[in-house]
């Protein structure tokens, strides 16, 4: 008997890569409404949810949401599914029009109300110092801000998660990458593992490999003003507060570059 199939809209590109080889769905991990996350046998998890901009860089929209997605035995149907690039590339000799649009993007957003963890003292005393090492270019002392950060709050994404991953958008395009050698992403990589939950480091995991949510793509890759603040307003109405703690991330990588720039 063929398992029943469940027609996808859209996923990355390496994600897509992974899954045309064994399409079946793994054993669920988390459940909720509209949304299922499964961990394959390696510990690598992805998520299924509804129609709509891919929520994570490890997601799969389908065409339709069906209720039974967690009940097992189902398997992908892959066909005609857009494949999405999900990694932010460097701007290099455009970063200054990059920072506008990102700026611009960011304007419609200002007034997205964020967790309140990260008004705490300490999440504020990691906040400036993650914002000091980005305008230093100090690796290891941003390391040590994004140590703190892991973890800080509640939720399947703490906030200081989701913080991390938007700054990390923000140094992708405008900082070439900085500070994502491999000894940092390994550090970083690690740290999540033990100090968050696993969604939350599977979010960091392809952060510091330059992969984001589609929204968030979406924000440091736009192309016009227009789409800039299409997608920061997507990404604002994400989760409780995950899109917004990740604005706050993006807008404070923003500043603290700039002020780099200005003491260069």
């Not at 510990?43 to 949401?65: K, M, Q, S, Y």
């Not at 007034?111 to 690796?139: E, H, M, Q, T, V």
């Not at 510091?208 to 979406?218: C, I, K």
Request: aromatic content about 4%.
């Amino acid at each position: 008997m063929m398992a029943p199939k469940l027609r996808v809209r859209a996923l990355g590109t390496e994600l897509a890569s992974r899954l045309e080889a064994e399409p079946r769905l793994p054993r669920p991990h988390s459940v909720f409404t509209r949304a299922v996350n499964f961990e394959t046998v390696d510990g690598t998890l992805f998520a299924v949810h509804g129609p709509g901009p891919l929520a994570a860089p490890f997601a799969i929209a389908l065409e339709r949401w069906r209720d039974d997605v967690a009940d097992g035995g189902l398997t992908l149907d892959l066909g005609r599914a857009r494949r999405v690039d999900l990694r932010v590339r460097p701007a290099w000799e455009f970063a200054e029009h990059a920072r506008r649009l990102l700026r611009d993007g960011l304007l419609t957003t200002r007034g997205a109300r964020g967790a309140r963890g990260l008004d705490s003292p300490g999440a504020r005393a990691a906040r400036a110092a993650l914002s000091g090492a980005i305008r230093r270019r100090d690796a290891a002392d941003f390391l040590d801000a994004a140590r703190e950060l892991v973890g800080l709050g509640e939720g399947l994404t703490p906030a200081g998660d989701d913080y991390l991953v938007g700054t990390l958008a923000v140094l992708h395009r405008l900082a070439g990458g900085w500070p994502g050698a491999a000894s940092v992403a390994r550090a970083l990589g690690a740290h999540a593992g033990d100090a968050t939950t696993s969604v939350a480091a599977a979010f960091l995991r392809h952060a510091v490999a330059g992969q984001f949510s589609e929204p968030l793509r979406d924000l440091a890759m736009a192309e016009s003003a227009a789409a800039a603040r299409v997608a920061a307003a997507t990404l604002a109405g994400m989760g409780a507060t995950s899109g917004a703690d990740t604005l706050a991330g993006v807008r404070a990588a923003l500043d603290a570059l700039a002020r780099a720039d200005v003491r260069a």
